[in-house]
């Protein structure tokens, strides 16, 4: 699987030019509402199996944690169900509060 870093993310998502991501955050309720990257899906990681229909294959997908373990299994897991365009973002929302939004609480 491809990996991403925060400020690769972050220039991706501001050129116009480049079709935008679904960024999957995998993350629970509690953490989503804590912090997010604006635009993003949440789908927590234990409900990807039962809503995986739910996510446009034909898309990239960026998979968002607090860290990067849980969407890396999640994106794993969507290379193995057939999804070819999915991305994990090393260093997950953490690393996006550090290097990109310092303004963006962090947990």
Not at 35 to 42: D, H, N
Not at 69 to 96: D, P, Y
Request: hydrophobic share 40%.
């Amino acid at each position: 699987m491809r990996q991403i870093t925060a400020p690769e993310l972050a220039a991706w998502l501001a050129d116009p030019a480049r079709e935008q991501p679904l960024l999957l955050d995998v993350r629970e309720d509690w953490e989503f509402q804590t912090c997010k990257i604006a635009g993003s899906t949440q789908i927590p990681m234990q409900l990807i199996p039962v809503r995986v229909s739910e996510i446009d294959d034909d898309r990239e997908v960026v998979c968002i944690c607090h860290h990067g373990a849980r969407s890396m299994n999640v994106a794993a897991f969507l290379e193995r169900n057939g999804f070819s365009n999915v991305t994990n973002l090393t260093g997950g929302i953490h690393a996006w509060a550090v290097q990109v939004d310092p303004s963006m609480p962090k947990y």
